[in-house]
């Protein structure tokens, strides 16, 4: 299972979670392919991308109440 930009539109809560361009864009780069020669299952690639969002946003200062 690999991330999409429908995914990540799923993802984005308003007030709760932000994604903005750069790590939407760092998101697709790392989750967007299969990592050969492995296969995220779809409750692995959530918990992944979940965490670099929570990091993303502490780093920058956001409050993200997902975590």
């Known amino acids: 299972m690999t991330l999409t930009k429908e995914m990540i539109a799923g993802l984005r809560f308003?007030?709760?979670t932000d994604i903005d361009a750069k790590l939407e864009s760092f998101l697709l780069?790392?989750?967007?392919?299969?990592p050969n020669?492995?296969?995220?299952?779809e409750q692995d690639l959530y918990e992944q991308v979940r965490?670099?969002?929570?990091?993303?946003?502490r780093a920058e200062g956001s409050?993200?109440?997902?975590?």
Not at 51 to 57: A, G, L, P, S, V
């Open 51 to 57: 965490k670099h969002i929570y990091r993303h946003n």
């Open 29 to 34: 780069k790392h989750y967007g392919i299969e």
């Open 14 to 16: 308003p007030g709760r």
């Open 37 to 41: 020669p492995h296969e995220y299952s």
């Open 63 to 67: 409050d993200d109440s997902t975590s």
